[in-house]
Nanobody, 115 residues
Framework: QVELVESGGGLVQAGGSLTLSCAAS????????MGWYRQAPGKQRELVAR???????NYADSVKGRFTISRDVAKSTVYLLMNSLKPEDTAVYYC?????????WGKGTLVTVSS
């Protein structure tokens, strides 16, 4: 059974930093594309960042230069370091695992950035 458990969300002031973590189980982590998505109130879920099994990363334009995605294969964990946070980054952040067969999602963690 696949499980993705996010942690690290919370309330932060604009300009601050947070690091999100997602611990995965039930998948071959080293062969899985891991990603972070977010959904703000009244908006569609959008890709924030993604890292391939080979370590190739891509980011939404809105977070380039501010967010960094990384993975620890030994811990089956993916991270999202978020710097210079803005109020528009406020959203529920979801961890995603794409195994090339199926998508899996975590339950999400709320990030609130105050101005």
């Amino acid at each position: 059974q696949v499980e993705l458990v996010e942690s690290g969300g919370g309330l932060v002031q604009a300009g601050g930093s947070l690091t999100l973590s997602c611990a995965a189980s039930g998948i071959i982590f080293s062969a899985t594309v891991m990603g972070w998505y977010r959904q703000a109130p009244g908006k569609q879920r959008e890709l924030v960042a993604r890292i391939s099994s080979g370590g190739i990363t891509n980011y939404a334009d809105s977070v380039k230069g501010r967010f960094t995605i990384s993975r620890d294969v030994a811990k089956s964990t993916v991270y999202l370091l978020m710097n210079s946070l803005k109020p528009e980054d406020t959203a529920v952040y979801y961890c995603n695992a794409y195994t090339y067969v199926k998508d899996y999602w975590g339950k999400g963690t709320l990030v609130t950035v105050s101005s």
